[in-house]
């Protein structure tokens, strides 16, 4: 059963827009949340991580946020740029230990 | 620089052969990952290790195995191949939870099965 969801396996965006990745979870232990970025025939590649303890965070364009009596965190991403076009994982891992469970990821488009 | 590789990038395989994905990390991380990947289920966890002579099962651990002699390495091997066993195979290290748990991922190897 996965733990990890991200409904939409697509998303479509003018350059310049704002993307909204969302991903939901089911387990209530899962207290640190990431976003990784992977494009064809690479490995992902780490993007922004939040701690339950926040509900925030930023890092230049990216923005997470942690919704966590939804169970819910979102990546915006503003403005969105071609170089942005990639698919999307976020991950969440237990307080228990260091394994991460991953959701499906979304394919991103930024249209120029 | 510090990295993580995989050897082979791509391998072709027949059903029932042992096969070996090789992974090498010179983070010195304590933590490495096994994963898959697969079209509508993402990344899955195969197996990982917290240290030295650690071994753990993940979610997808049927028919693969790993063992650690050593920090830098996680060789994956799948005992006799099978079909359903093509796939992406990634593998990635970290620190310890303490510190910054990001898992750095290597580039990947395509395994096909026929």
């Known amino acids: 059963d996965q733990q990890v969801k991200q409904n939409s396996p697509s998303l479509s965006v003018q350059e310049g827009r704002i993307s909204i990745l969302n991903c939901d979870y089911t387990?209530?232990?899962?207290?640190?949340f990431l976003w990784y970025k992977k494009y064809p025939a690479e490995g992902p590649t780490f993007l922004i991580s939040i701690s339950s303890i926040k509900d925030k965070n930023e890092d230049g364009r990216f923005t997470v946020f942690l919704n966590k009596s939804a169970k819910h965190l979102s990546l915006h991403i503003v403005p969105s740029q071609p170089g942005d076009s990639a698919v999307y994982f976020c991950a969440a891992s237990p307080n228990t230990g260091n394994q991460f469970y991953f959701g499906t990821g979304t394919s991103l488009t930024v249209i120029p | 620089d510090a990295e993580i590789t995989q050897s082979p990038r791509h391998k072709i395989t027949e059903t029932g052969r042992q096969v070996t994905l090789a992974c090498h990390q010179t983070?010195?991380?304590?933590?490495m990952f096994w994963y898959r990947q697969d079209l509508g289920h993402g990344l899955r966890l195969i197996h990982y290790?917290?240290?030295?002579?650690?071994?753990n099962k993940g979610e997808v651990s049927d028919g693969y195995s790993v063992s650690r002699s050593n920090t830098e390495d996680l060789p994956l091997t799948l005992e006799s191949a099978a079909s359903s066993q093509t796939s992406v195979y990634f593998c990635?290290?970290?620190?310890?939870?303490?510190?910054?748990?990001?898992?750095?991922f290597g580039p990947g190897t395509r395994l096909t099965v026929l």
């Open positions: 387990n209530s232990m899962f207290d640190y």
């Open positions: 990635a290290s970290s620190e310890s939870r303490a510190g910054q748990p990001e898992q750095f």
């Open positions: 290790s917290y240290g030295v002579q650690d071994t």
């Open positions: 983070w010195n991380h304590n933590n």
